[in-house]
């Protein structure tokens, strides 16, 4: 069974960053596409990035060339670092892989 578990959210001002962490274990985390997802409050769940196991990249156009995303096999981690935060960018971010979800990291951008 995969498990996966989100770190790095916190509050930060407009034009901030934040590195987000997602800990998978379980399966062969190297052979895995890992996606970053989120979902603020009243919206529905929204795809941020994609990363396939030959670390092809993809990016929601809200995102794209402000957010990425890489992962290191060796220590089984995906990461999203996210740059030039906007207040929108406000919600829960989870990483995700076939199915198997973390229960989110919150990120908060004001003004």
């Known amino acids: 069974q995969v498990q996966l578990v989100e770190s790095g959210g916190g509050l930060v001002q407009a034009g901030g960053s934040l590195r987000l962490s997602c800990a998978v274990s379980?399966?062969?985390?190297?052979?895995?596409?890992m996606g970053w997802y989120r979902q603020a409050p009243g919206k529905l769940r929204e795809w941020v990035a994609r990363i396939s196991s030959g670390y092809t990249t993809n990016y929601a156009d809200a995102v794209k060339g402000r957010f990425t995303i890489s992962r290191d096999n060796a220590k089984n981690r995906v990461y999203l670092q996210m740059n030039s935060l906007k207040p929108e960018d406000t919600a829960v971010y989870c990483c995700?892989?076939?199915?198997?979800w973390g229960r989110g990291t919150q990120v908060a951008v004001s003004p």
């Open positions: 379980g399966g062969i985390f190297s052979s895995k596409a």
């Open positions: 995700d892989t076939a199915g198997s």
